[in-house]
């Protein structure tokens, strides 16, 4: 053999050599950690997925492994992640830690549980056991979820006044463990009688709730002349709990305005995106639906364990494997005074149709007072109705003919009719023959004087209108407000019949009431006033919150300037000269004019001016009924919807609203 042939066969033997103990090495390292580790971090994903119907198990059948899997967390509404930790090996067996982290509304939990898995032949099996799934779980425990309610920010009125907090309430029902189970139903449709609840709904409530279950019929503030605590206890299994509940002084107390509190409904829940679960307290309408975020908190939550079923009489206990601790709800500041909200529902108690009473302090804008009446049947007439001023809107039409050169004394001309493109326009029935023909603009102003009006278009453009309405605080944006509301809408354009049906307050001209207190309210403060309501809404400003239409033709826009375009920086505010020659003739109202009845109002003097406006189809037409005054520091708006004349229905309102207030 040659040379070259000699080392070819020792370079081959010593390469098989090395690949002979390469193959050795190998062998002697493959102690099934690979495999195990690969089982591990299988039994991980599956449970993430929480689907280990594929999985190798011991310890029970796979198929259920997987039932009881989706059983012991259906109650937490979430997937976990699941990663597996290092594994220990000890000969076929391998131990290792499974690391869970959930989130559970809005907090995490994080635990950690001990698995093991067997080699057998070449698999990897789960020694299945419920600690796998959560440490101390016993056979047959399931996991839900508890809330734990934060405790709900308190709405505050002027000078901190608290306006929604807790009071003590009765909660009333049927309580299903002092009933037979055959006498429930009785229970139920004698309780719902008592109530005034319907009596098939209920019955069927309390039949669709657990043995153990109270079934609330309805929540009382106090016991009435009707419901007392010995018929409610007459019934079997009637029960009354004393608990609290977060609720504004009276039931109607600024309700369209504060909204109201309770259970979370389907739909709100639905679009919560997942931050309102079943049972949630949130707000609904008004100021806390808009401020829910804010008001509602951070609940904390608390996963417990649902025991198996025990012997009977035996009383299983509570397992709590996690709870986060609730963040309270931040307080709510606002400017209205408990005293005159609650004199302003009061003046309204007695009428029908839709009104309002706002009340404003013009000195700084605070709302003191923004009432709907029962006619109102719970929608915000107060800041979102949307309605003709009539002839309120000559305060409007005054300073646009100041502006032109007029005065209060200035002469103008009032006939009893005016025919504007063949449209006839007249004066109010009752009209004063006096106050007719060739007159100073303050006694056209005191009574009334819609042809005077009219007339004035000739030199009053529409644009004019709309930087006086501006220049007046009406038809600009409210930043300062905190709360939905219209604050007014003057067209800068119009022509003919449209022109002039806008110098009294009618066309397209439309304002609130909050709107038409704001215009009074400039007047007395001799500028601009922008309204507020909410003191810390700039902090406290939940911008997903929107309000949706809640009565036919009237919107509800979901800011303060939804509906009314920000007054250009050109727009003159209204000078103290000014304010003080409109003042003038505000007060002729109650001296000379049609309300000499507020002349009777103690303390300072009153400036008024009333309004009537014409609405519908019929022959004759209906009216909305205004007035507005001043009285100090303090500028009041009343409005009934279908009221008749502003003197004569709402007048009367005013100087009883403004009598009690002092």
């Not at 107390?253 to 909204?259: C, E, N, P, T, V």
């Not at 005065?407 to 106050?435: I, M, Q, W």
């Amino acid at each position: 053999m040659s040379q070259m042939g000699k080392l070819k066969m020792q370079q081959g033997f010593v390469l098989g050599l090395v690949t002979l103990v390469m193959v050795g090495s190998l062998t002697a390292c493959d102690d099934g950690r690979a495999g195990a580790e690969g089982a591990a971090k299988q039994l991980a994903s599956s449970l993430s997925a929480l689907d280990v119907g594929s999985l190798a198990v011991e310890g029970k059948d796979a198929a259920a492994a997987n039932d009881e899997l989706k059983a012991v967390f259906e109650g937490l509404d979430a997937k976990p992640s699941v990663a597996s930790g290092e594994v220990k090996l000890d000969g076929d067996t391998a131990t290792f830690p499974l690391n869970y982290s959930w989130n559970i509304g809005s907090a995490k939990w994080e635990y950690s549980s001990e698995a093991t898995l067997k080699k057998s032949g070449d698999k990897w099996a789960v020694q299945w056991n419920p600690a796998l799934l959560a440490p101390q779980l016993s056979d047959g425990e399931t996991l839900s979820v508890k809330t734990v309610a934060a405790q709900r920010g308190q709405i505050l009125g002027a000078g901190d006044a608290p306006i929604v907090e807790d009071r003590p309430v009765f909660r009333v029902g049927i309580d299903k463990t002092k009933v037979p189970a055959e006498q429930a139903d009785a229970s139920a449709r004698a309780m719902a009688a008592l109530l005034g609840l319907d009596a098939e709904e209920y019955a069927k409530q309390v039949a669709a709730s657990g043995p153990q279950a109270f079934v609330e019929g309805l929540v009382l503030r106090a016991y009435t002349a009707d419901i007392t605590e010995a018929r409610i206890k007459a019934i079997p299994g009637g029960v009354s709990i004393l608990d609290s509940m977060a609720l504004a002084p009276t039931r109607t107390f600024a309700r369209a305005l504060l909204g109201s509190v309770g259970q979370a409904s389907a739909e709100q829940i639905e679009k919560s995106n997942g931050v309102l679960r079943a049972g949630d307290t949130t707000g609904t309408g008004g100021l806390q639906q808009k401020y829910d975020s804010l008001l509602r908190g951070k609940d904390g939550v608390e996963v417990v364990a649902t025991p198996a079923e025990k012997a009977e009489g035996e009383t299983p206990g509570t397992k709590v494997f996690f709870s986060s601790l609730p963040s309270p709800g931040t307080t709510l500041k606002t400017t209205l005074d408990l005293k005159l909200q609650q004199l302003a529902e009061e003046t309204l108690a007695g009428v029908e149709p839709a009104s309002a009473i706002v009340a404003l302090r013009p000195s700084t804008g605070a709302v003191l007072a923004a009432a709907s009446g029962p006619g109102s049947n719970g929608y915000n007439t107060a800041l979102l109705g949307q309605y003709a001023p009539g002839s309120t809107f000559k305060i409007v039409d005054s300073l646009a003919m100041f502006r032109n050169g007029a005065t209060p004394d200035s002469t103008v001309e009032c006939p009893s009719t005016l025919t504007v493109d063949g449209r006839t326009f007249k004066n109010a029935e009752g009209y004063p023959e006096t106050s007719l023909g060739s007159v100073a603009l303050r006694d056209a102003f005191a009574h009334s004087c819609n042809t005077a009006f009219i007339n004035a278009r000739e030199t009053v453009s529409q644009d004019q209108l709309e930087s006086a309405a501006q220049a007046l605080g009406v038809a600009v944006e409210a930043p300062k407000l905190g709360a939905d509301a219209f604050l007014g809408s003057v067209p800068g354009a119009a022509e003919g019949t449209e022109h002039a049906a806008s110098m009294i307050g009618q066309g397209k001209v439309l304002f609130s009431p909050l709107s038409a207190a704001v215009m009074a309210a400039s007047v007395a403060n001799g500028a601009p006033v922008s309204p507020q309501l909410v003191l810390n809404a700039d902090a406290a400003q939940d911008p997903s919150a929107a309000s949706t239409p809640t009565e036919s033709g009237s919107a509800s826009p979901s800011s303060a300037s939804a509906t009314a375009s920000a007054a250009p920086a050109s727009t003159k505010p209204i000078t103290k000269e000014e304010a003080a020659a409109l003042a003038d003739m505000m007060r002729a109202v109650v001296t000379s004019g049609h309300a000499g009845f507020l002349a009777e109002v103690p303390g300072a003097p009153v400036g008024a001016k009333t309004g009537t406006a014409e609405f519908g189809n019929d022959n004759p037409p209906k009216t909305h009924a205004w007035i507005v005054a001043t009285h100090g520091d303090l500028a009041v708006a009343v409005f009934v919807e279908d009221g008749g004349l502003g003197a004569t229905t709402s007048g009367p309102l005013l100087k009883s609203f403004l009598t009690a207030a002092g």
